[in-house]
């Protein structure tokens, strides 16, 4: 079925089932689907579609996005680069005489000043950028949480991992991607807190869950944030 609203259209499917309320869905191709209970009228449905409108159409853009992976990154005046969540665009110019390439965060902007319009040396800007914001993010949500642990971490690091979020070793040892400098600053505490609760429980057993569950009850909305999020988080 395709129901036009505000300007828009969104293909969709009706599955009557025997279930007490209405469920929308939208799978990994951006397909939606709706599952209503038996004999609810077609005009309920189609309100709840135009209900919940602009977020029906924002999941199917991201799963069709995420279908075809990262776009290739232009480094040019308006492309947009994650930070702490949100989009924002880049405004780049360049600077024959600074000693290093900068990048500084102001006005929902990133301001990029480069020795030369290159598009390695625009990358590599802002790839310290992160890992510096990473770095200062982290500190500070260790900071927060650490009245939580009786023990505390012997060593903070910054990498750049194809595999991980973080890491802890039997040390006490911590390691964070520079990568989580461009998700929440809520999502960022969790990853924090995940790793400095395996400086008591080095395995994902229950005790380790109770943890961190009990430092941040909703650990899973954030965990959720960056299993859908993650193959955007690109420089």
Known sequence: MIHSYLGENINFTIMYKKRSSIGIYIDAYGN?????PRNTPEKTILHLLEANWEQIQQKIKEMKERLHGPKKRAYEIGETFLYLGNSYPIQISHDVNI???????EKDKLY?????????????ALKRFYYKQCKSLVEKSIQT????????PSSI????????????DSKRQLTFNWKLAMAPKNVIDYVVVHEMCHMVHLNHDRSFWR???????EYKERENWLAASSWKMTV
């Open 32 to 36: 939606v689907e709706v599952q209503a």
């Open 99 to 105: 000693l290093q390439d900068q990048v500084v965060f």
């Open 112 to 124: 990029i000043i480069v020795k030369d319009l290159d598009d390695e040396r625009i990358k590599q």
């Open 145 to 152: 949480f650490q009245t939580n642990f009786k023990v505390k």
């Open 157 to 168: 690091r910054i990498s750049d991992s194809n595999t991980n979020w973080g890491t802890c």
């Open 211 to 217: 943890l961190v569950g009990k430092i941040i009850p």
